[in-house]
């Protein structure tokens, strides 16, 4: 088999068990979720960078991020210092994470699919700065990285990570909910 068909049958496990996990976020997504979810997340990415090596280059490291962000996302949504308006566009970023047919879909692109998650998620971490005390998000923060180090060099990595016309697009569902 060749390695884009092991990548493809990846996905479409990944796609049948997202599929399950984004109906089951309509509800309330279970901690036990969220975290199998966040492994299965970056082992795909580990493996992919395994495989690129240097290529990846600095997408990589972006990359590496988009587990963080899911679980800083689902953690806040959990949060009673959060509050709902505030929860419901943390649920979309949660579902965007899970639902595996986006702007650009895991199940064709394999992990590199995670970059508009990526960039969707940190735009709505940005927006909830302004009425989420920063200590609340750094609590919940497990990445070795500065959270708003991490924001700020998202966002300017953006147009680069996922193109300018799905970041407008990106940038308009943000400013909707």
């Known amino acids: 088999m060749s390695e884009r068909s092991d990548e493809f ?4 496990e990944d796609l049948s068990e997202s599929m399950r996990e984004a109906s089951v976020a309509g509800g309330s997504m ?9 492994d299965r997340m970056r082992e795909n990415i580990r493996r992919y960078l ?3 090596g240097k290529l990846a280059g600095t997408t990589g490291e972006y990359l590496l991020l988009a587990p963080d962000v899911f679980v800083l996302l689902w953690r806040l949504v959990n949060d009673a210092r959060v509050d709902s308006k505030n929860k419901v566009m943390l649920g979309t970023g949660i579902a965007y994470f899970l639902f595996p047919l986006d702007l650009m879909p895991e199940a064709f692109l394999g992990p590199v699919g995670y970059l508009d998650d990526l960039v969707f998620g940190v735009y709505i971490l940005n927006r909830l700065l302004t009425s989420t005390d ?4 750094k609590q919940h923060w497990s990445g070795h990285q500065d959270l708003l180090a991490v924001i700020k060099n998202v966002l300017a990595a953006a147009d680069n990570l996922v193109g300018s016309n799905m970041l407008a697009r990106l940038k308009k569902i943000v400013k909707n909910d």
């Open 134 to 137: 920063v200590a609340v998000l």
């Open 30 to 38: 279970s901690e036990e979720s969220a975290n199998r979810f966040y």
């Open 50 to 52: 395994d495989r690129k």
């Open 9 to 12: 049958e990846m996905s479409t």
